[in-house]
């Protein structure tokens, strides 16, 4: 394994890369997981990869794992600091498959809803569905997206090792760190991931590849 330094504007215009290597297989749309803990910063990598991509011409639909959590009765019917409740039952993944990464599939409708749920006011967001054209990027970011069979075209994982999670992980959401260990056991997602970067400093991405 070579862990190589890499900065963030270089990552980016890495990952938009491996979109357009995508594309050149013949996927009319590219779904894109940037997975990653909070204290990670998925949606800041996310985030960065719209310009690049846009440059390159392809349209980009942001969405939130955040946006597609579970209502409260369900998501919290063991408790608020339930760790196994967290890994295996917050994020509503049939809908995220039905309303966001089915409709991207070969022959879909390309019709995409961007958010389902605000978890804060725990009700429905009532946002309306986006067009996303042929040849569209989908950039989907949030926690604990791999090992789901959820279809994807591109996944980066964003890896940091115990310590630095506990390290950076505010203190209200450290009782979600059993989650991202047993994630690490179970899931194994460095060895899912088509990117893997190591961010036990986020300021200081690196790069993990296989020698």
């Known amino acids: 394994m070579r862990v190589t330094p890499i900065s963030a504007e270089r990552l ?3 990952a938009a890369d491996r979109v357009a290597d995508a ?8 779904r894109v997981a940037v997975d990653g803990a909070a204290a990670a910063r998925p949606h800041v990598l996310a ?9 390159r011409g392809h349209p980009v639909v942001r969405v939130s794992a955040a946006d597609f959590l579970r209502p409260a009765s369900l998501r919290l019917e063991y408790g608020r600091h339930d760790a196994d409740a967290f890994h295996d039952l917050w994020l509503d993944d049939g809908a995220l498959l039905r309303e966001v990464l089915a409709p991207l599939d070969p022959g879909g409708s390309g019709r995409v809803l961007p958010s389902l749920w605000d978890a804060a006011a725990d009700r429905a967001t009532r946002a309306p569905y986006t067009e996303l054209a042929p040849g569209g990027v989908l950039l989907l970011d949030g926690p604990l997206l791999l090992g789901r069979w959820l279809p994807f075209e ?5 890896a940091m090792g115990g310590p630095a999670l506990a390290r950076h992980t505010a203190e209200a959401d450290r009782w979600t760190l059993p989650a991202f260990a ?8 460095r060895e899912l991931a088509d990117l893997t970067v190591k961010v036990d400093d986020p300021r200081h991405p690196a790069l993990v590849e296989d020698v």
Do not use: I, S
């Open 154 to 158: 591109l996944t980066v994982h964003l």
């Open 12 to 14: 980016a215009g890495l």
């Open 47 to 55: 985030d960065a990869l719209v310009g690049p991509l846009r440059l």
């Open 23 to 30: 594309f050149g297989a013949g996927a009319p749309w590219v």
């Open 182 to 189: 047993r994630y690490e056991e179970e899931t194994r997602p």
